[in-house]
T-cell receptor, first 111, second 114 residues
Framework: TQLLEQSPQFLSIQEGENLTVYCNSS?????LQWYRQEPGEGPVLLVT?????EVKKLKRLTFQFGDARKDSSLHITAAQTGDTGLYLC???????????FGQGTILTVHP | DAGVIQSPRHEVTEMGQEVTLRCKPISGHNSLFWYRQTMMRGLELLIY????????DSGMPEDRFSAKMPNASFSTLKIQPSEPRDSAVYFCASSLLDIPYEQYFGPGTRLTVT
């Protein structure tokens, strides 16, 4: 059983469409991170959220941390082909950096 | 600024051989993490160090795996003897001690054990 469940696992959309990726758990996290990983590379940190209900925006990406700090979402507006990649959520229950990662969402944006 | 550096990028070895993976964290970072990524299990934390001291190695699969951090700028992950099921991509990540959850990953070492 995954501590962090991501959905959907795969997402294939056309350029210009909007999308949302979800990260859910029954556990409370002190912080939650979103990473993006491209083939042959390491994950790249996109954002950290630490406060329940927090919303952060990074250009066309909007990240939200649930009020109870058990879930998070990533919303991309007007997706571009450059958004293609593996999106990973990760949570820290310990505040020591002991991250647990979700299985990831593979996003493919078609021109 | 240089990011996390890992070597080698690719390693192919035969079952039973010793494998050593190397990592240089970002200068000034004082926490270092070793992860393993596979299709089946995703990204898993193996061990992490704070100020060169191992803090939690509960993710290390078995005694064949060991990790050291002799100084602030170098760490190794050793597998001896290696087995085919150890085939995976191994990542090193580093962070500042007071923001441990913001981790910066290296490019990884793809290990294949035949």
């Amino acid at each position: 059983t995954q501590l962090l469940e991501q959905s959907p696992q795969f997402l294939s959309i056309q350029e210009g469409e909007n999308l949302t990726v979800y990260c859910n758990s029954s556990s409370v996290f002190s912080s939650l991170q979103w990473y993006r990983q491209e083939p042959g590379e390491g994950p790249v940190l996109l954002v950290t959220v630490v406060t329940g209900g927090e919303v952060k925006k990074l250009k066309r990406l909007t990240f939200q941390f649930g009020d109870a700090r058990k879930d998070s979402s990533l919303h991309i507006t007007a997706a571009q082909t450059g958004d293609t990649g593996l999106y990973l959520c990760a949570g820290d229950r310990t505040s020591y950096g002991k991250l647990t990662f979700g299985q990831g969402t593979i996003l493919t944006v078609h021109p | 600024d240089a990011g996390v550096i890992q070597s080698p990028r690719h390693e192919v070895t035969e079952m039973g051989q010793e494998v050593t993976l190397r990592c240089k964290p970002i200068s000034g970072h004082n926490s270092l993490f070793w992860y393993r990524q596979t299709m089946m299990r995703g990204l898993e934390l193996l061990i992490y160090f704070n100020n060169n001291v191992p803090i939690d190695d509960s993710g290390m699969p078995e005694d064949r795996f060991s990790a050291k951090m002799p100084n602030a700028s170098f760490s190794t992950l050793k597998i001896q003897p290696s087995e085919p099921r150890d085939s995976a991509v191994y990542f090193c990540a580093s962070s500042l001690l007071d923001i441990p959850y913001e981790q910066y990953f290296g490019p990884g070492t793809r290990l294949t054990v035949t």
